[in-house]
């Protein structure tokens, strides 16, 4: 199934239809016009927060991650992803074993694309220890209101958990923990293999999970 993500358009300054000035370029009238008539959001809305340069094993890269009201915006080097929180399903919150960091990943319906690849698991990794202090672009009002008992304005934590926080505030996604599994060794996962590709599986109540590549998500009824 093909998803239309994203269109672009050149507008030339030489048109007659949208006619700007070098204050309010022909693409900006465009861009406006648009919007106006849209049931959307201008695009540069500021961001509610903003995790700089997150490891993401898939699609792999650095990014910084902001969070804004109605979407994640991951913003890479090299790629540049828009993902409506109503694609976000679920979030999975697996800390490695053993390791220094922990996976979140935020599966999605439907996947992004990157070329001929579709992605509908996000794998981010944070450090677990890292720490953050913040405080949400958002108006009291506006928190109080439409995220009662969702969100708080202050945040200071662990980073992989104030940024889960904030998500399933902003999303309403539900957000998936490790069970009572535990490992011989005392953790969440074993080490396994997906055909040729080495990772860590995690028993979940419901679910395994393989990670981190390919990231498949087997449900006990399947």
Known sequence: KDSLMEISF???????????????????????????MA???PGGEEAVVTFDG???LTPRGRYNVELHLSFIHLQGQANDFKIQYSSVIRVFWLPKSNQPHTFVIVTL??????????????????ETDAVMDTT???????????????????????????FVSVLRGLSGAKVTKPGNFRSNQ?????????????????PLEKSFFFLPKPPTLILHEE
């Open 186 to 202: 005392d953790g969440y996962a074993v080490k396994s293999s997906l055909k040729a590709e080495d990772g860590v599986l995690y």
């Open 10 to 36: 050149h507008i030339p300054n030489t048109n007659t239809r949208f006619v700007g000035d070098e204050n309010h370029p022909s693409a900006q009238v465009f861009r406006d016009r648009i919007i106006s």
């Open 136 to 162: 949400l672009s958002m108006s009291e009002e506006l928190c109080n209101t439409k995220y009662k008992d969702r969100l708080k304005l202050e945040h200071k934590g662990l980073i992989h958990e104030v």
């Open 39 to 41: 049931d959307v959001g």
């Open 54 to 56: 997150i490891a993401i």
């Open 109 to 126: 319906d439907p996947p992004i694309r990157k070329g001929q690849t579709l992605y509908p698991h996000i794998v981010m990794q944070f």
